[in-house]
């Protein structure tokens, strides 16, 4: 009698099959309801991220503004101009390799320089020059030949112009008196230094543009579209972003956001914000430009 009350409180003791699906069905719903919570905070971490990786690079360009009392070209020799490379002349490079040092990466400014006379040999990654979100671009090279680098980040065409071809309404940058606050006519808060990019954007089987931060954009017109020369800087265009495209569906004549619901832009003052991808183009042109005179919209 007593082993049959031991083997019935042992069968009490166990699970049956119904009540193990019913658990695990719980359980994939509480998993359910919990996923998206975590994605958004991820989200959030990474817009976080890539905001301060917009800050710490809007910051920089002051202080190397205060140094060298001129800002660079989007790419040319800095801090003055001049043709030519070696130790008699100014190095060669684009805005994100000059702003190395102030970003605290002298060590790759200095490695680069000494291994190549022009910075498109960018070969060291730069974790400020990679947004979390961005699926094209990691800490890796995207070139595993050269390799290269490259940079989510598009520094204002518009504000730092090109040592051969200048977009109308930029301060010259042979001028030793380009600089801040000389170039931002229109105030430093109301002018976009630095935006969201795909580093890797266009078909899978031909037109890929990959965005070095060794290098500067070409080919592009100013509404977005393709045209242009190699001397014209092409990574800003007055054209507004496009909201979050797939990275085989993108144009690499405009920007991306990383984020259906804005993009963020550095701004001249050295702060951060989202911008609304619904933004009209005469408010973002506005404020891609620092000299037009116009203010902002109520939009902005």
């Given at each position: 009698?007593?082993?049959?009350?031991?083997?019935?409180?042992?069968?009490?003791?166990?699970?049956?099959?119904?009540?193990?699906?019913?658990v695990i069905a719980i359980i994939a719903?509480?998993?359910?309801?919990?996923?998206?919570?975590?994605?958004?905070?991820?989200?959030?971490?990474?817009?976080?991220?890539?905001?301060?990786?917009?800050?710490?690079?809007?910051?920089?360009?002051?202080?190397?503004?205060?140094?060298?009392?001129?800002?660079?070209?989007?790419?040319?020799?800095?801090?003055?101009?001049?043709?030519?490379?070696?130790?008699?002349?100014?190095?060669?490079?684009?805005?994100?390799?000059?702003?190395?040092?102030?970003?605290?990466?002298?060590?790759?400014?200095?490695?680069?320089?000494?291994?190549?006379?022009?910075?498109?040999?960018?070969?060291?990654?730069?974790?400020?020059?990679?947004?979390?979100?961005?699926?094209?671009?990691?800490?890796?090279?995207?070139?595993?030949?050269?390799?290269?680098?490259?940079?989510?980040?598009?520094?204002?065409?518009?504000?730092?112009?090109?040592?051969?071809?200048?977009?109308?309404?930029?301060?010259?940058?042979?001028?030793?008196?380009?600089?801040?606050?000389?170039?931002?006519?229109?105030?430093?808060?109301?002018?976009?230094?630095?935006?969201?990019?795909?580093?890797?954007?266009?078909?899978?089987?031909?037109?890929?543009?990959?965005?070095?931060?060794?290098?500067?954009?070409?080919?592009?017109?100013?509404?977005?579209?393709?045209?242009?020369?190699?001397?014209?800087?092409?990574?800003?265009?007055?054209?507004?972003?496009?909201?979050?495209?797939?990275?085989?569906?993108?144009?690499?004549?405009?920007?991306?956001?990383?984020?259906?619901?804005?993009?963020?832009?550095?701004?001249?003052?050295?702060?951060?914000?989202?911008?609304?991808?619904?933004?009209?183009?005469?408010?973002?042109?506005?404020?891609?430009?620092?000299?037009?005179?116009?203010?902002?919209?109520?939009?902005?």
């Amino acid at each position: 009698m007593l082993r049959f009350s031991l083997l019935r409180r042992r069968r009490w003791l166990g699970f049956t099959l119904i009540e193990l699906l019913v658990v695990i069905a719980i359980i994939a719903i509480l998993i359910g309801l919990l996923l998206p919570a975590v994605q958004k905070v991820r989200e959030a971490a990474a817009r976080m991220q890539s905001s301060n990786n917009l800050k710490q690079m809007s910051l920089a360009l002051h202080n190397m503004n205060d140094t060298n009392n001129v800002l660079p070209a989007m790419v040319g020799n800095y801090p003055t101009a001049g043709a030519g490379v070696g130790p008699s002349t100014p190095m060669r490079g684009t805005v994100q390799y000059f702003l190395l040092p102030f970003i605290e990466q002298n060590n790759a400014y200095n490695a680069m320089a000494a291994n190549h006379n022009d910075s498109w040999w960018c070969g060291y990654g730069i974790k400020t020059y990679v947004a979390p979100s961005d699926p094209t671009n990691s800490t890796s090279p995207i070139d595993s030949g050269s390799p290269r680098f490259a940079t989510s980040y598009a520094p204002n065409e518009w504000v730092f112009g090109s040592g051969s071809a200048l977009p109308s309404n930029t301060i010259n940058q042979s001028n030793p008196k380009a600089g801040i606050p000389k170039t931002f006519v229109d105030g430093t808060s109301n002018t976009i230094v630095f935006s969201e990019k795909y580093a890797v954007c266009g078909d899978s089987t031909s037109n890929v543009a990959s965005f070095y931060y060794g290098e500067t954009g070409g080919g592009c017109d100013r509404r977005g579209g393709q045209g242009g020369n190699g001397s014209t800087p092409g990574f800003y265009s007055l054209a507004v972003p496009q909201a979050k495209p797939s990275p085989f569906n993108c144009n690499s004549c405009l920007l991306q956001s990383m984020s259906a619901g804005g993009i963020q832009v550095g701004l001249g003052d050295g702060s951060v914000r989202t911008v609304n991808t619904s933004i009209s183009a005469t408010t973002w042109a506005n404020a891609v430009q620092p000299a037009d005179g116009n203010p902002l919209g109520s939009d902005w």
